[in-house]
């Protein structure tokens, strides 16, 4: 199934799907996202991941339209797509709405990945909790250590998150997930947990 391109409430192809020169998400870095599944065209749990993107663009100065306004493009993006998918939005300082809606990627699924661990945790003048789009310290430090994923270490030693996901483990029978102190990004699918 190709990928389906929104900008700013409308469908467009791929040429379409574009950020301004002098748009200061690009340039900066000052954007916000959300990234969410669906399944049977159905959004999982599309107003938590909705009111996260909210609270990101009021932390990072972006503008963003109306909670009504978001659920409707999401919803019709993703209406009669006919599998699983990720569907990714992305609301730039300058302005731009970029949506895609493109089938899951299930490739590391069930399958080992390779991990290292980075000691990282989010300035004091930050909060952890935001989806910003200036996120090139996980790419940079899967790259460097030659690995599909990195676990954050805080400063107390303790696991934190990872580069594209929340921490769970297993322990006792119990499921367990690091503290939600303003130090990880509170993933939607881990409150689902």
């Known amino acids: 199934m190709s990928t389906r391109y929104f ?9 379409g799907y574009v950020v301004p020169g002098d748009d200061d998400g690009l340039v900066r870095g000052l954007a916000v996202f959300e990234t969410m599944r669906s399944r049977n065209g159905k959004l999982f749990r599309a107003n938590d991941h909705i009111a996260r993107l909210i609270a990101s663009a009021d932390v990072v100065g972006v503008q963003c339209p109306s ?3 978001l659920k409707s493009e999401l919803v019709a993006a993703v ?7 990720k569907v990714r939005i992305t609301l730039t300082h300058g ?14 699924t069930g399958k080992p ?23 090139a310290i996980n790419q940079v430090a899967r790259q460097t250590a030659g690995v599909d994923e990195i676990f954050w ?9 990872a580069t594209r996901s929340n921490i769970f483990a297993v322990i006792d029978h119990a499921l367990v997930t690091p503290r939600d102190d ?12």
Do not use: M
């Open 182 to 193: 303003g130090r990880i990004l509170s993933g939607v699918t881990r409150a689902a947990l």
């Open 7 to 15: 900008a700013n409430g409308q469908r467009v192809d791929y040429s």
């Open 95 to 108: 302005g731009q709405r970029l949506l895609t809606v493109d089938a899951l990627d299930t490739a590391y």
């Open 113 to 135: 990945l390779n991990v290292a661990t980075c000691q990282w945790e989010p300035p004091p003048w930050f909060d952890g909790r935001t989806k910003h789009c200036s996120r």
């Open 67 to 69: 909670q009504e306004t």
């Open 79 to 85: 209406a009669g797509y006919p599998q699983d998918a």
């Open 153 to 161: 270490v805080g400063n107390d030693g303790n696991f934190t998150e």
